[in-house]
């Protein structure tokens, strides 16, 4: 079994093998109903637990259907409604009573340690569904998204990503290495990608291009990425930093800086951060990216399961 916490402790062959068992099963799937199981049904009767300790409509619903077409079944717990969540059972007793009904465990929470302290007492996969650091499952299967829309390696592409430097944003940096691909980041001065983030670039000896001119990152781009400016985790001033973004809205102007082909990519749920006439005009595949969520959340069980072909 193998845990999927951060995409930085993946190797990128089996991020690769990820994406590739995604393309073939979803090819597969073309004629099925939503709910009809793959014809290998290879986690048949896996229980899949989820926790969601914050918002979430794709990710629960990605999961739920991604174990469910496999074979398996899930169960989404309410972190209020466990003793864990009134302090009255430890995080070690929980996680063992997991391991012992489950077969999986989907975490979204508020605390990276928390995912760590799970991944040490359970002994079934832990996959992060987001944390405050990252949201690895969203990224893989953007690049999922990506090569699919362009129909080449994302490695041979220019991705940029106008917006706040955020778990999404530190998923892309690490994909970015891990696929090889240029990655232009437009952000307002002291809003810039997090020191952690930042020293792990400098050590894989890559590099990422920073600007904090919008325009000057969405230059020549194939595609563009954005996420809202206030994320579920921000314990911020939303009025300044929403006014601290304001040159930084992706509209059709900023959208004709990229190739002709641009497209416009969005993890959901959007805030003020992009024009609805980007968001719902031709450039723009987020319907196609979110619905993919399903496909590449398949695979990454599978891997977790050890039942990756
Ligand atoms: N993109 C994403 O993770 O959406 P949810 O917060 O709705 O799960
Ligand atoms: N950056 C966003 C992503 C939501 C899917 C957040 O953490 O709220």
Redesign the pocket.
Known sequence: MKHFINLKDIPSSDLRKIIEDAKKRKIKRKKFNTLDIDKDNPLKGKLLVQMFEK??????LSFYLAIKQLGGGTITLKASELHLGKGGESLADTAKILSTYGDGFML?TDSDEKIEEFSKYLTIPIIN??SPSS?PT?VLSDIFTVEEIKKKPISKLNICWIGDSNNVLNSLIVASIKFSFNLNVGCPKNYEPKKFVMDWVKKSKRKINIFNDAKKAATNADVIFSDKVISLNDNVNKAKKIKDFKNFKINSKLMSLGKKDVTFLH???RGSEVSDEVFLGKQSKVWQQ?LN?IHVQKSILLYCFGKLR
């Open positions: 918002t979430s409509l794709r990710t629960r979204r569904g987001l949201h969203q993890c959901l749920p979110a969520r």
